[in-house]
């Protein structure tokens, strides 16, 4: 043990400063809106959503998701365009569907958090006043 640093103390302080680049990088993100509408799935995926089901009757003891996406992706490069039609019509009637939801969600974001955002800011405001008068008077009584 010549002067060198534990095992022990090495990891801890690694384990600080990784901590310290993560906390940086979810700070940086803003929060996703759980009632916000999810992007369409592409063609692919929509084809995708049948083939595995289909691969799983054919190879039911692969577990492997990786073997299931890469032959999906195969097959997917292997058909023509008329084979391809019904799933990109399915991708375009969700797409559709998707943008009349963004639509009225958008709508809603732009009618809706005002009114609810000057309200809390009011009641808020309120509170903070009270919270101050508060203070002032203790600081007043601990002076005399």
């Known amino acids: 043990m010549k002067?060198?640093?534990s095992k022990a103390e090495t990891k801890s302080t690694k384990l600080a400063v990784n901590k310290k680049g993560q906390a940086g990088k979810k700070s940086g993100k803003a929060a996703?809106?759980?009632?916000k509408p999810k992007r369409p799935a592409s063609a692919f995926f929509?084809?995708?959503e049948d083939f595995r089901e289909t691969y799983k009757k054919e190879h039911p003891k692969n577990k492997s998701v990786a073997a299931v996406g890469k032959a999906g992706g195969d097959k997917w490069k292997s058909l023509s365009d008329a084979e391809k039609a019904p799933y990109v019509a399915k991708a375009n009637k969700r797409k559709d569907e998707y943008e009349k939801n963004m639509k009225a969600y958008n709508k809603r974001q732009?009618?809706?958090p005002k009114e609810e955002?000057?309200?809390?800011?009011e009641k808020s405001m309120s509170e903070v006043h009270d919270e101050d008068d508060d203070d002032e008077g203790s600081e007043d009584e601990d002076d005399e």
């Open 110 to 112: 732009a009618e809706g």
């Open 46 to 48: 929509v084809f995708m």
């Open 117 to 121: 955002e000057e309200a809390e800011s």
């Open 3 to 5: 002067g060198g640093r």
């Open 32 to 35: 996703k809106d759980p009632n």
